[in-house]
């Protein structure tokens, strides 16, 4: 469902997007990139939202997707999996060889875990993939990130590992951080006052999304961004149904 909104979201024929997906699975193959369908999808779906829903995804796109993958791996072996897949295909954008990225990125994890005192993890290592396509500096994106976590945690919620990706998000937005945590509570408060269905952890994720979307508005900067963190809210789902069939 998720993947099929994008597609009307940008005009995107399904049938095309189809044939896309397959042709693309035989470059990663041919490139020896480790195999997973549905991670497979949703890098496509990415880079097609980053190259540009109407340009061919190419060999040399799938060899700079995959020495991000490399060089991400290289730093954190038993993290980097095919859940970074759509991370790798969003950095692919950036101007940077892969190495940098790959150091950079780690740069960001390593701030994160000093400064906001972060669990280490899957979870962390995908907040410092989003904020590298800031770039901004990791000390300063770091104490970002710190202080949101911060505001939240003083107004009462729960911050977790899963909140994670949230916070990252929220840390591309200018508003002052009060504001920006005033305006997630908020919605956060409507939320788990009329849908019964939503816990609080739930209500902060869910708001923090409408939260971004109602401050973002129709940013052409931030726009790619929104499409992004539909891709880690799919991806949430992805590895929530795997955790369950494997229990």
Not at 139 to 145: Q, V
Not at 166 to 186: K, N
Request: net charge negative; glycine share 6%; charged share 25%.
């Amino acid at each position: 469902m998720l993947i099929a909104a994008q597609r009307v979201k940008h005009g995107d024929d399904p049938v095309t997007f189809i044939d896309e997906v397959e042709r693309v699975r035989a470059l990663l193959r041919a490139a020896k990139v480790r195999r997973d369908a549905v991670y497979e999808t949703l890098a496509v779906l990415v880079l097609r939202r980053v190259l540009g829903d109407h340009q061919r995804i190419e060999a040399s796109h799938i060899e700079r997707f995959h020495a991000i993958y490399e060089a991400m791996k290289r730093r954190h072996w038993l993290l980097t999996g095919p859940e970074d897949f759509a991370a790798c295909a969003m950095l692919l954008a950036r101007p940077e060889d892969p190495e940098t990225i790959g150091a950079g990125t780690d740069a960001i994890y390593q701030a994160l875990h000093k400064q906001a005192d972060l669990w280490r993890g899957d979870a962390l290592q995908t907040a410092a993939n989003v904020l590298y396509l800031s770039g901004v500096e990791p000390t300063i994106i770091a104490d970002r990130f710190a202080q949101l976590m911060a505001g939240f945690r003083a107004g009462g919620a729960r911050i977790g590992q899963e909140q994670y990706d949230e916070l990252a998000i929220l840390c591309f937005l200018a508003w002052p951080v009060d504001r920006i945590v005033d305006t997630v509570m908020d919605f956060r408060g409507q939320l788990l006052a009329t849908q019964s269905w939503i816990g609080k952890d739930g209500a902060l994720n869910l708001a923090a999304s409408l939260a971004f979307i109602r401050i973002a508005g129709q940013d052409s900067a931030l726009g790619p961004l929104a499409d992004a963190k539909l891709l880690l809210d799919m991806q949430a789902i992805v590895a929530a149904r795997q955790a369950a069939a494997a229990s």
